[in-house]
């Protein structure tokens, strides 16, 4: 194991820590504040709407394979689509999930599954749908399934890139508000320009702690706080030691 590997070791077991350290203190604390995120706002508002009226949640988690430096946002994507599963129990048209790989499209498959096992509601196998297995083969799927349902609103959260804009567009064409976040830079481009709420940076892997998905989840965005000042506190003294040439 060269040196970076190490590096990257303890930076994920010192991140870990950090998450259970945090979950030990603030679990017992009451009336935690989130900053606000006008994203995910609208989308709580969007979940409600989209119950009352009967129409449809389309969950579209991208083409990031789970055994890929994509995996992470991945498993943000399944842990959203697990909260927006169970918040949409009493609606009659349940949410889908189209995705563009096939270890992604049968967790969510499963994903869906256990929300309604643990609700005890029938579930339906086609609520995890896997569009296509190319970018735009997928991105081909993703919209025509946007054209033939009636959509309420689309989360789109997942490895995408320029093929996002298909689904974009077909989303803004059927008028149902599109949030859209994503770790590929390419994509998060053309998110940022096309949909109506994109999440920026970080704000994709806090939708778990923002949708309730548990404290773990609010315990992350802790750690991240806190390695963030950790490594501020690091630039600015070594930027001191290279002024009085010690470095």
Known sequence: ?????????????????????ASVVFRQREGRKLRE?????????????????????????????????QSAIGYV???ILDRIARSTSISDRPPVATSGEGSLGILSQDTQQNAAKYLGVESDPMRGRIT????????AGTLSFIQEEDIGANLLIGSFGNEVALITDAAERKGGMTLGGTDNLTGQAVLF?????????????AGGAYLGAGPMHIASLYAQDILRWVLIGLIVIGAILKLFSVL
Do not use: C, K, W
């Open 193 to 205: 320009a096309t949909a109506q709420e994109p999440l920026i940076g970080e704000e994709t892997y």
């Open 37 to 69: 995120i006008p994203a995910f706002t609208r989308l709580q508002r969007a979940i409600g709407l989209a119950v009352e009226a009967g129409s449809r949640l389309h969950i579209s988690l991208g083409r990031g394979q789970l055994l890929s430096p």
């Open 77 to 79: 994507g399944l842990s």
């Open 132 to 139: 296509g297995l190319t970018p735009y083969s997928y991105a």
């Open 1 to 21: 194991m060269d040196s970076l590997n190490i590096l990257g070791l303890i930076f994920v077991l010192v991140f870990f820590g950090l998450m259970i350290a």
